[in-house]
């Protein structure tokens, strides 16, 4: 069994699970700040190693390897990406490099899910979306909520399983297993966490977005993030097969977009072992540490 103290907080910041079950249990009375406390200045970095990175199409390319750049270099093509994407009315670019900044800050310190696995995965959505097709399908609200679903997906990602945090909620919780589980826990806190971040006072990403348009936009996210939890995967393989034979029926047929964004993210989460060997390699050796 696992015994759980609900003060257990490991170090770097990040939400013991232990943690996360009780706060999810008994949210606590005052909101507590989601974006770090100083959040730092834009980077200041060469325009040369960004500007390579561009005029070699590698924000396109799948055999890009988000490891070899500093994170500062990395801030600005994520920003890159944002911004060639087109940011939808009420967005503005600041409020998405505090978001890109914030982001870095609180991911944890780790060998694979850390900001440079958040990078492989934003621009591996934004390639897969561009040569299928999907992003041009989308509008600009569609496609802010397709990267800042992929950029935000493992927000605070505790490199533990749903096993582990199951058990934990049964040994200290026991009742209150049903509430949670009804999606899968991690991937409904890194959502959670994402928009707490977009709200937080010093971000402000979503401010001037009418109610409507947030929940809908909100909608999105949520469910692009919970796509990404594997326990899942079967379901998505029926919805893919169920597509395949209307689409044989009728090759007129299209993906939902929602779906289609879905898949996307998805399949950008464990794109690593169809990479270059050199890349996948990388990864896999990240993966493993």
Known sequence: KVVCSKDASPPGGIQSPCRLLTDMAHPPTTRQRSAPAVLPEWPAVDDAAVSSAMAKRQLL??????????????????????????LPEGVGQDSVRRLILAVRASMPDN???????????????????TASGVMARLDSWERFALLSAAFCHDMDKMGVSEEFLSKAGDSTHGGYKDLVFRDPLQEKHHALRAFGIMADRDIRTL??????????????????????????????????EEFA?????????????????????????????????????????????
């Open 61 to 86: 390319s799948f055999d890009f390897d988000p490891t070899a750049l500093p994170s500062d270099v990395l801030c600005h093509l994520a920003m890159a990406m944002f911004v060639s994407a087109g």
């Open 111 to 129: 060998s694979y899910h850390n900001f440079f696995h958040v990078i492989d995965v934003l621009q591996t959505t934004n390639a897969l979306a």
């Open 207 to 240: 401010d001037g977005v009418s109610s409507a348009k947030y929940y809908q936009f909100r909608s999105s996210v949520s469910k692009i993030i919970l796509a990404t939890d594997m326990t899942h995967h079967s379901e998505y393989i029926s919805r893919l």
């Open 245 to 289: 034979a209307h689409r044989g029926e009728d090759p007129a047929v299209e993906m939902s977009k929602q779906m289609a964004m879905e898949l996307m993210v998805k399949c950008a989460d464990i794109s690593n072992v169809i990479k270059p060997s050199k890349v996948a390699r990388r990864w896999a050796l990240r993966v493993t540490d």
